[in-house]
């Protein structure tokens, strides 16, 4: 009977969640780990190694079993985007410096039902992939870039269970809904005619699987693994051009590139987890995670009319593997209140030659604090900063006549997250 009402009371779970998540994958960068409370405020460490909440559904599914209780986490998780592009003189179009500046509402759901002791089912809705970004109509970038939004939004139904006192394993289903859309501004000098506009959009479904396993060495220090499936967004957006002359027009229909679909399938970048956790005494715990990411597999994001006589509309991006390290610990204050801090850093998926403005990303340096406060034995409440600095992006691209050359660089190139959750347990 338990389990039919957890079943139930599914639809209308993920009914709220998805209106409530939805802009969770508005970003400044493209995978997170800020998808809760501690994860934000510990730098991710203990990602794999710590499941000491709901959160642990996404993390490492085979720690839902070390809850006793089933439990429902929900956090809000505004995000300020700080990535100001200012253009050096080898650029060659005109145009307002690129500011991307803005408040980006996100967050996270997870519901853990206790079955048995030993087996456990969980239901999240994760936005823990995508970008965003706005620079304007009229900055020097716009041939290669006005706005884009990439958003993946997860529903992971999963299970866990208790294989021996130990060995717990868990596995969750990654059901990604993605959205894509992406403006650039054409260069109409042929025509001698105002800038037209470029914009393709499309909607996809892609699956992958979340498999983990935690093994407790003793009640004070355990392991975890944790494995996150590649997820291919098989986007086949049309393409939608405005504003365009004859000559541009005449030019791309010859070559079938007007109103046709084009290929921008992207795959999220499977993921490679490990940890532990250690309580050191009755106050004092610290915690720690190494990982993988393979963005060398990335895809296709850049869309652009490059030069007169174009034969494609996107470009390949020359992503590289990347490795995480991370690092943190927490400190029990008092019994309702815990507090908890951690580093992280990351190398960079690109190299500098082929950085983008579509895509500013580089190596990544993470710096969390937080605290959580018990109200009562069912309630708790946890707060969280996290800074994520990637300093100077040095930028120079250059694919044709028509996009010119854009050249700068972004100057203290930052995200802010403040994360604010709500625990309950029953």
């Not at 004859?246 to 499977?270: E, F, H, N």
């Not at 190398?347 to 406060?373: I, K």
């Not at 930052?414 to 625990?423: D, K, L, N």
């Amino acid at each position: 009977m338990k389990v039919q009402k957890y079943i139930f009371s599914i639809p209308a779970f993920l009914l709220f969640a998805f209106i409530y998540c939805i802009p969770a994958a508005h970003s400044g960068g493209m995978a997170l780990y800020e998808v809760g409370p501690t994860q934000t405020g510990l730098a991710s460490a203990g990602f794999a190694a710590r499941a000491d909440d709901a959160s642990t559904l996404f993390t490492n599914p085979a720690g839902m079993t070390r809850l006793k209780r089933s439990e429902l986490l929900a956090g809000i998780q505004p995000l300020y985007t700080n990535l100001a592009f200012s253009p050096d003189s080898r650029t060659t179009t005109t145009g307002n410096d690129g500011n991307s500046r803005n408040w980006l509402p996100t967050g996270n759901m997870y519901y853990v039902h206790n079955v048995s002791p030993d087996f456990k089912l969980g239901m999240g809705v994760i936005g823990y992939f995508g970008l965003s970004l706005d620079y304007g109509d009229t900055w020097v970038g716009r041939y290669y870039v006005k706005d884009a939004s990439l958003q993946g939004i997860t529903f992971q139904p999963s299970a866990a269970y208790k294989v021996t006192e130990k060995l717990s394993v868990g596995i969750g289903l990654n059901a990604m809904y993605g959205m894509l859309e992406q403006k650039v501004a054409v260069n109409s000098v042929l025509d001698r005619r105002p800038d037209g506009e470029l914009e393709v959009s499309d909607n996809t479904w892609g699956f992958g699987a979340n498999i983990g396993i935690l093994y407790e060495l003793n009640k004070n220090t355990r392991f975890g693994i944790n494995y996150l499936s590649e997820v291919e967004l098989d986007f086949k957006p049309r393409t939608s051009l405005t504003g365009i002359g004859p000559l541009l027009a005449g030019i791309l229909a010859s070559r079938g590139l007007t109103d046709r679909s084009i290929d921008m399938t992207m795959k999220v970048p499977q993921m490679v987890m490990a940890g532990f956790f250690h309580q050191v005494n009755d106050r004092w715990a610290i915690m720690g995670d190494v990982g993988w990411q393979e963005w060398s597999k990335f895809g296709k994001v850049d869309v652009s009319i490059d030069s007169n006589d174009p034969k494609s509309l996107t470009t390949d991006l020359n992503y590289k593997d990347t490795w995480h390290f991370a690092l943190g610990a927490q400190y029990q204050v008092s019994d309702p209140l815990l507090i908890f801090f951690g580093a992280a850093y990351d190398t960079s998926p690109v190299n500098s030659a082929d950085m983008t403005v579509t895509m500013p990303m580089g190596e990544t340096y993470r710096f969390g604090t937080g605290a959580q406060y018990k109200w009562n034995q069912n309630l708790s409440f946890d707060f969280a900063y996290e800074l994520v600095w990637m300093g100077t992006l040095k930028v120079d691209q250059f694919r044709g006549p028509l996009a010119g050359r854009l050249a700068g660089e972004y100057k203290n190139a930052s995200i802010h997250a403040i994360q604010a959750a709500v625990r309950y347990q029953f």
